[in-house]
């Protein structure tokens, strides 16, 4: 499996080991599982952008009639 070395700084690594300790956890799982879904928020994230992008592009001119009324 592959492997990540991130530099934190002492406050940020003290901060993040407080955390794994308050949920009984390694710090590695717990760095790990919040990287893996902030990535997936990111993800979902730009399909609901891109989704509604769409959206209005087909709704253009109903948007418009209904914005002059």
């Given at each position: 499996m592959p492997a990540l070395n991130i530099r934190f700084t002492d406050e940020e690594l003290?901060?993040?080991?407080?955390?794994?300790?308050?949920?009984?956890?390694?710090?590695?799982?717990?760095?790990h599982d919040?990287?893996?879904?902030?990535?997936?928020?990111?993800?979902?994230?730009?399909?609901?952008m891109g989704a509604s992008a769409r959206v209005m592009a087909l709704s253009e001119d109903l948007l418009k009639r209904l914005a002059n009324r």
């Amino acid at each position: 499996m592959p492997a990540l070395n991130i530099r934190f700084t002492d406050e940020e690594l003290d901060r993040l080991r407080a955390h794994a300790r308050a949920q009984n956890r390694p710090v590695t799982s717990v760095v790990h599982d919040l990287a893996v879904s902030r990535s997936e928020r990111a993800q979902h994230n730009e399909l609901v952008m891109g989704a509604s992008a769409r959206v209005m592009a087909l709704s253009e001119d109903l948007l418009k009639r209904l914005a002059n009324r």
